[in-house]
Antibody, heavy 118, light 112 residues
Framework: QVQLVQSGAEVKKPGASVKVSCKAS????????IHWVRQAPGQRLEWMGW????????KHSQKFHGRVTITKDTSARIAYMELSSLRSEDTAVYYC???????????WGQGTLVTVSS | QSVLTQPPSASGTPGQRVTISCSGS????????VNWYQQLPGTAPKLLIY???QRPSGVPDRFSGSKSGTSASLAISGLQSEDEADYYC?????????????FGGGTKLTVL
């Protein structure tokens, strides 16, 4: 069955960067896009950006002011999300999710907890 | 960044029908389809409804969605205890910086 498996939890200091991976399996990677969504403790879901699984085009939320970079390794079927200049407010669970056209997020990764603390 | 508006909480008793609203604008719900998700504590969200009113396979027909203008609704009939969860709406939004996805603030459903 379709699976998105994410990398493990991370603890980072303020100002550092974190890179989270999302490995896809059991479906053709290129026709779908991978989005990144985060959820701070007790807060709502927040969209971060996405990458086209075929041509690699990306788009990210203006909120992150260029701190987020989304990439992919098509041959390995892995998408990555890197967030730089971390601050305490970036402490959250980060999810990857699959999308196709208007069908947003039919499969989700298990989530990766990123804790930013000095 | 625009956000879709949902009531923070909703409740019902087993067997009842409850609805959760999601209000947006002409740049998101008014011009794009709506998706709904269920999130149980400590787990990733699960897609319940896509394209306003379509259910993925495996989602019970107790769950239904609708959209009118710049608002959408999720209805849950025959409420069950396992429906107690957080529910989110989402849609593409159109901005000067290009398309992005917007989420509602989430509605915590309590089964009394």
């Amino acid at each position: 069955q379709v699976q998105l498996v994410q990398s493990g939890a991370e603890v980072k200091k303020p100002g550092a960067s974190v890179k989270v991976s999302c490995k896809a399996s059991a479906y053709s990677f290129t026709p779908y896009s991978i989005h990144w969504v985060r959820q701070a403790p007790g807060q709502r879901l927040e969209w971060m950006g996405w990458i086209n699984g075929g041509n690699g085009n990306t788009k990210h939320s203006q909120k992150f002011h260029g701190r987020v970079t989304i990439t992919k390794d098509t041959s390995a079927r892995i998408a990555y999300m890197e967030l730089s200049s971390l601050r305490s407010e970036d402490t959250a669970v980060y999810y990857c999710a699959r999308a196709s056209g208007t069908k947003l997020f039919d499969y989700w990764g298990q989530g990766t907890l990123v804790t930013v603390s000095s | 960044q625009s956000v879709l508006t949902q009531p923070p909480s909703a409740s019902g008793t087993p067997g009842q029908r409850v609805t959760i609203s999601c209000s947006g604008s002409s740049s998101n719900i008014g011009s794009n389809t709506v998706n709904w998700y269920q999130q149980l504590p400590g787990t990733a969200p699960k897609l319940l409804i896509y394209s306003n009113n379509q259910r993925p396979s495996g989602v019970p027909d107790r769950f239904s969605g609708s959209k009118s203008g710049t608002s959408a609704s999720l209805a849950i009939s025959g409420l069950q205890s396992e429906d107690e969860a957080d529910y989110y709406c989402a849609a593409w939004g159109d901005t000067l910086n290009g398309p992005h996805v917007v989420f509602g603030g989430g509605t915590k459903l309590t089964v009394l």
